[in-house]
């Protein structure tokens, strides 16, 4: 089974909608990453802030980091292979590597929250 790594830059979070802007970007990424673990794929997502010891653990990133600087991230690593630096991977190739359509991988997830009623 294939499998994905994301390593984002330093961000307060992955999620795109805290700060003054909201970055669609974002917001696309971590839909996508919400579908590939309801399906069981094999996807991981760092963060440079709050996960700065994954960075330091993958050798590739590592000497990415100490090449290029911290403008190389975004990095997308897909069984082992840098695929994909500074953007984040287009729907197509979201597709391309997962098998799955682009239009499953993209949909927003749905939250439900339980409703308690109080009989009387």
């Not at 390593?7 to 919400?34: F, K």
């Not at 090449?67 to 197509?92: A, F, H, M, T």
């Not at 597709?95 to 939250?111: C, D, N, Y």
Request: some cysteine.
């Amino acid at each position: 089974m294939k499998s994905i790594e994301i390593y984002d830059p330093a961000m307060c979070c992955s999620t795109g909608v805290c700060g003054p802007v909201v970055d669609p970007e974002l917001i696309r990424i971590s839909a996508v990453v919400h579908n590939l673990k309801k399906r069981e794929f094999s996807v991981s997502r760092y963060n440079l802030t709050s996960e700065p010891d994954a960075f330091v653990a993958n050798n590739v990133i590592r000497q990415l980091l100490a090449d290029e600087g911290p403008d190389v991230l975004p990095v997308i690593i897909v069984d082992g292979q840098v695929v994909k630096k500074q953007r984040y991977p287009s729907n197509e190739e979201l597709e391309e590597w997962t098998g799955f359509p682009a239009s499953e991988l993209i949909q927003k997830p749905k939250v439900r929250l339980p409703l308690k009623v109080k009989s009387l």
